[in-house]
Structures are given as C-alpha cells and as structure tokens.
C-alpha cells in the first residue's frame, strides 16, 4: 500500500505555479540590479536592510536572520560590500563576540539611487498583476511557508 500523500490536482497546479515563481523571479530581479546598479540581489537586500536600521547598523547575526541567510554567506558579502566602500564593521562597544555592519554614507547613497529602479521592477513583476485582497493572501501566504522551513526566521511587525 502506497503512503505517500500525493498532491491533489490543485495543489499540484499551485506548487508548480510556485515553483515557476521562486525559479523565475530571482533572476529577473537579480538581472534589474546588475543591469541598473551594479549590485547582485542579496548585496542590495543587505544594503537595504542596514538603509533601514537605527543608525544604519545591525548586528552581523541579527543582519543574516532578517537576511534569511546563514552568518557565513553575509560575512562573504559584508566583505564584498567593504571593498566597495559601502559598508564598515564595527565592534559592539557592550559584547566583544559581536559585530556590527555599519552602511557607510557611500552605500547609503548607492542603495538610494538602487532603489527606485528595483521597486519598478518588483511592483511590474509581481505587485501590478494582484488586487489588494492578493496582497493580503501573499503575505499571508508567503509567512504561512516561511514558519514552515524556519521557526527563528525573520517577519516583519505589522
């Protein structure tokens, strides 16, 4: 007897559609930032996340957990971003096993004049194709999976 849970036909035609999103989208959205920034997706997502800090400034773990990325993957791209000039680390002046990654006004400016392009290409790919109610199911949605594949995962407060 076969135990496998084998998906319905519509949940069958909804991870494929899934499938098609989270294998297709990277790249456009990646090719958008090269083309127009000179920055690879995660770089600008980093930079991004540190624009919005107090301070500009995150602790390297608490960077990669909202990075969804593990510490060793930022510190590569911390490192990249330093010999950019658009990010410096920093020792957190209370705990000497922790290090922040500060946005250097350089990089402020850069994720700045970034942003606007990437917000096009975000809301062309995927934003302008829903109704208010599909935002809400997205989101929804998308934290539902999230919570799934990692409990210490990042969400953003509403």
């Known amino acids: 007897m076969d135990a ?21 989208l990277p790249g456009a959205l990646e090719g958008q930032l090269q083309r127009d920034a000179g920055l690879s997706h ?4 980093v930079m991004a996340l540190l624009s919005e800090a ?3 400034a995150r602790r390297l773990r608490d960077l990669a957990a909202q990075a969804n990325c593990s510490l060793s993957r930022l510190s590569h791209v911390v490192t990249r ?9 920093e020792p957190v002046p209370d705990d ?7 946005l250097t006004e350089d990089g402020f400016t850069q994720v700045v004049a970034a942003a606007p392009g990437h917000v096009r290409a975000v809301r062309s790919l995927v934003f302008d194709a829903l109704d208010t109610a599909d935002v809400a199911d997205l989101e929804r949605i998308c934290w539902a999976i999230v919570a799934r594949l990692d409990t210490d995962a990042y969400a953003p407060r509403a």
């Open 42 to 45: 995660f770089e600008y997502w």
């Open 54 to 56: 107090d301070g500009r």
């Open 4 to 24: 496998t849970p084998w998906l319905s036909d519509d949940e069958q035609r909804a991870w494929r559609g899934l499938a098609a999103v989270f294998l297709r």
């Open 96 to 102: 000497a096993r922790s290090t922040y990654a500060v």
């Open 81 to 89: 971003l330093e010999r950019r000039g658009w990010v410096v680390r």
